[in-house]
């Protein structure tokens, strides 16, 4: 039987408990599809911290470049925002990300005809959504140096190389194929030099790729287009800071931050997460939406291990479940039939699954 590694790191807040459901998921769909999946659990941000004094120990990153998928839940809290910023929980998440090359981020933003009223757009606006942000994610500002605070002038430095944007361009017109063959660059080439170079790399790298239509648009018009007209986007190619707001942004058209999936790819191995935080709020509740993290298993399936049939399983089995009329709390005012629990909604996909 054909078998895969996935590390596996619940890390803090809301992290064990959607990871937890995600996993029910996978040991039902693996089960049914005839392949294994061997777990191994690793520490990352502010329960390494507390457990062995940093936020990401060597183990966790040499662990995840062995494996053949990383699946992660969240990681931060409150309790750890004063620590230096090496040693908050964050800082751990942005090294392993470089550790592993990880330098694309795809953000799948889908709409669910049953949720459609749970978003804060008007219907028509958002009925049909699906779009995917292609977001850069070890260059850009947050990395740029020199960086500083004196306490009186702080500053961050944004830079990208050629080499970084041909890559992540490569990746945008590598997804648009197998969609809607249309890429949208969004930069702020209007005031940035080096939003006037990734401008022109990505219009160099188009040339391989003439079946992709290629638009452009600056990051303020492309925030506002993304709430008025949102259907005319198939896959949105920024960097790192720009992708960031735009991608929560478009996540927004959902209804639940608990509802969207992410994958990061271009390295030694792709990680696997939901978009939203370690929800401290929260926590140990029992009420958190698992499903942006089974859908992110899902993407691992279907991308890391070659393994469609499942992933298509458990989409199908997301979407029955919720045309059903099965909530979490967080979409609880929906037309919901029950609301449940997160416990309960993991059991209630799985179940679904195996009974097709
Ligand atoms: P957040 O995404 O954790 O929470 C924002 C709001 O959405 C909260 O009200 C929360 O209850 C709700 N929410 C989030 N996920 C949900 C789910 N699955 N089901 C139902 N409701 C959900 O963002 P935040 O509050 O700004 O950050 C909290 C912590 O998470 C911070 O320490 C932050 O640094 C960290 N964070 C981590 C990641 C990551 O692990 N990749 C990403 C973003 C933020």
Not at 115 to 133: H, R, T, Y
Not at 225 to 253: C, H, Y
Request: with cysteine; glycine share 8%.
């Amino acid at each position: 039987m054909k078998s895969y590694d996935i590390a596996v790191i619940k890390g803090d807040g809301i992290g064990p408990e959607i990871v937890d459901e995600a996993i029910k998921v996978l040991n039902v769909v693996s089960k049914k599809e005839g392949f294994g999946l061997n777990y191994k659990e690793y520490l990352m941000g502010g329960c390494a911290y507390e457990a062995v004094g940093t936020p990401i120990p060597d183990v966790t990153i040499e662990g995840c470049r062995v494996s053949d998928a990383v699946l992660f839940g969240s990681i931060g809290g409150y309790k750890w925002d004063d620590l230096p910023r090496e040693m908050k929980p964050e800082s751990g998440l942005l090294k392993l990300r470089k550790e592993l090359g990880l330098f694309a981020n795809l953000r799948p933003v889908r709409v669910f005809d049953e949720l459609i009223e749970a978003s804060s757009l008007k219907p028509e606006v958002i009925q049909g959504v699906d779009l995917l942000v292609v977001r850069e994610l070890t260059g850009g500002i947050y990395f740029g140096e020199p960086r500083d605070n004196d306490g009186q002038t702080a500053y961050n430095t944004m830079v990208y190389t050629k080499d970084e944007i041909i890559r992540i361009a490569k990746v945008a017109f590598e997804s648009a194929i197998k969609r809607k063959k249309k890429v949208c660059s969004v930069d702020k080439a209007n005031v940035l030099e080096v939003s006037r170079l990734w401008r022109k790399t990505v219009e160099e790298v188009a040339l391989e790729y003439p079946e992709v239509e290629l638009s452009h648009m600056f990051v303020d018009n492309a925030a506002m287009q993304l709430v008025r007209d949102p259907k005319q986007f198939d896959v949105i190619l920024t960097g790192n800071i720009f992708g960031d707001i735009l991608s929560d942004e478009a996540s927004m058209m959902s209804g639940s931050i608990g509802l969207l999936p992410s994958s990061s790819i271009g390295g030694i191995v792709g990680l696997y997460e939901p978009i939203h935080g370690s929800a401290p709020d929260i926590a140990g509740k029992d009420i958190a939406n698992p499903i942006a993290t089974i859908l992110s298993a899902s993407m691992m399936l279907r991308y890391s291990l070659g393994e469609e049939k499942a992933a298509d399983l458990i989409d199908n089995a997301i979407k029955s479940v919720l045309h059903d009329g099965y909530r979490t709390s967080d979409l609880g005012k929906y037309h919901a039939k029950e609301v449940c629990s997160t416990q309960q909604m993991g059991l209630i996909i799985a179940d679904r699954i195996t009974k097709v």
